[in-house]
């Protein structure tokens, strides 16, 4: 996938896909690393010929290889797709497709979909989610359908892919009215997109006081983020409504959809596991709030790639970073058992709250993009389920109120000596600036605070919350000074 995501329109850059439609598995990030560093075409050369070797890669004679290739709207992404295609063919077997301009989560969900042996066209990719979209709306209870739940939603679209797809996709969604703006008309990224509304927390581009009180969303410039948010009055601030709002609201619906299903389960012996999984960027209030559901919560070191891995062990497996990436994950095991559950309910109790909640489920496992956080398929989500519950923005937004946080960057020598555990919440080394910085949390209520090295640059990332701002702020700051203390040599 050719882009830079929510960088500036000048940025560009690759995203690459495994077989699994997942991200590139970890293990060759190294490779990527020293290939795109080559410093000539003979190193690069022996690069890939060291690889081959390696990894026991069979070239002649081995099974073809397609390689599907997709770039969101920026000017540079059609030159870089043609140089990808002549990469691509210089390896004996390998074929390009070139699928146009596309989400990055559609491009994942094509090779997702290749891969299992179903069609796998953009056109495929909207006949699944608006399908299943059409069938949670159809499965609203009847004691919320005439509750006063908005049909209207306001979407601003980062000028970039995500936008020209919803205004595109729209007609075809019953039940809701959708207004996108900043789907082409101006810059890319540039006071628009989820990236710049969840840092800012101003209203995009577009938006204005005459907005308030209508449910908005944001998409970033590669629709694989997306946050809601709501105008306030005679302002251009917002009511955020992050990652972790929306993680909590798929949560809260996958566990009563679950609960419905608890007698059928009890008669299989199938216990069906629902993890959710976080990192420690995560507010402490949406972590507390998700453990007094009765939910398992686990925290992961930042990044999607663990995030992603650890959700896999579970039957339904939820995760979501704040500013708005993440998906539902479910397990082969767990949609067979539901299947074959469906089934039988359809000819035993056909339209019972078993039966609606069995196939609520598989909708879900179908709307949503299992290979990556895909924004279209979110939003979609999102709003079926705001319709299940009868609830407005407002509501959903007071499921729990954050605690106030801060986060900072202290300029270091070398990030390296730092070392972290447990999910990055604890630092093992150097010895004794953990001990440290947790008598200085004692200090504060409901105050918590890690520290953690930047992956890019000589910085090391403080995060603190607490009870109030002023409080947040001062935790960061007193944390500031002992990383300082610690590691300015």
Known sequence: MITASHNQVSDNGVKIADPSGGMLTQLWEPFADAIANAPDPHSLLQLVDDFVKK????????????????????????????????????????????????????????????????EASEHHYYDQIVTSFRYLMDNIPRENSSKDVNDKLIVD???????????????????????????GDGVLNEGVGADYVQKEKVVPRGFGPSDAGIRCASLDGDADRLVYFSV??????????????????????????????????????????????????????????????????????????????????????????????????????????????????????????????????????????????????????????????????????????????????????????????NAETVVVSPVGIQEAIDAEIAKYTKGRCFVRPSGTEDVVRVYAEASTQEAADSLAHSVMVIVHQFLWF
């Open 157 to 183: 679209g980062a000028d970039g892919v995500g936008g020209e797809k919803l205004e595109k996709l729209k007609s075809s969604l019953k039940y809701l009215t959708i207004d996108v703006r900043n789907y």
């Open 55 to 118: 990894e026991n890669i069979t070239l002649e004679g081995g099974p073809a290889a397609q390689v599907l290739l997709g770039r969101d709207t920026r000017p540079s992404g059609a030159s870089l797709v043609e140089a990808a295609k002549q990469g691509i063919t210089c390896i004996t077997g390998a074929t390009a497709i070139d699928m146009g301009i596309l989400t990055t989560p559609q491009l994942h969900w094509m090779v997702r979909a290749k891969n299992k042996g179903v």
């Open 232 to 421: 306030l009055s005679n302002s251009n601030k917002i009511d955020l409504v992050d990652g972790d709002k929306i993680l909590s609201l798929f949560a809260l619906f996958l566990k009563q959809q679950l609960r419905l299903l608890d007698d059928e389960a009890n008669k299989s012996s199938y216990k069906a596991s629902l993890g959710v999984v976080q990192t420690a960027y995560a507010n402490g209030a949406s972590t507390e709030y998700l453990k007094q559901l009765g939910l398992e919560v686990v925290l992961t070191p930042t990044g999607v790639k663990y995030l992603h891995e650890k959700a896999a062990e579970y039957d339904i497996g939820i995760y979501f970073e704040a500013n708005g990436h993440g998906t539902i994950l479910f397990s082969e095991t767990f949609l067979s058992w539901l299947e074959n559950t469906n089934n039988e309910l359809s000819s035993t109790s056909k339209d019972s709250d078993e039966h609606k909640a069995a196939s609520n489920l598989l909708a879900v496992s179908k709307l949503i993009n299992q290979a990556v956080g895909d924004a279209l398929s979110g939003l979609l989500l999102v709003e079926a389920i705001l319709q299940h519950m009868g609830w407005s923005i407002k509501k959903w937004n007071e499921l729990y109120h954050d605690l106030p946080s801060r986060q900072l960057k202290v300029k270091v020598v070398d990030r390296t000596a730092v070392i972290t555990g």
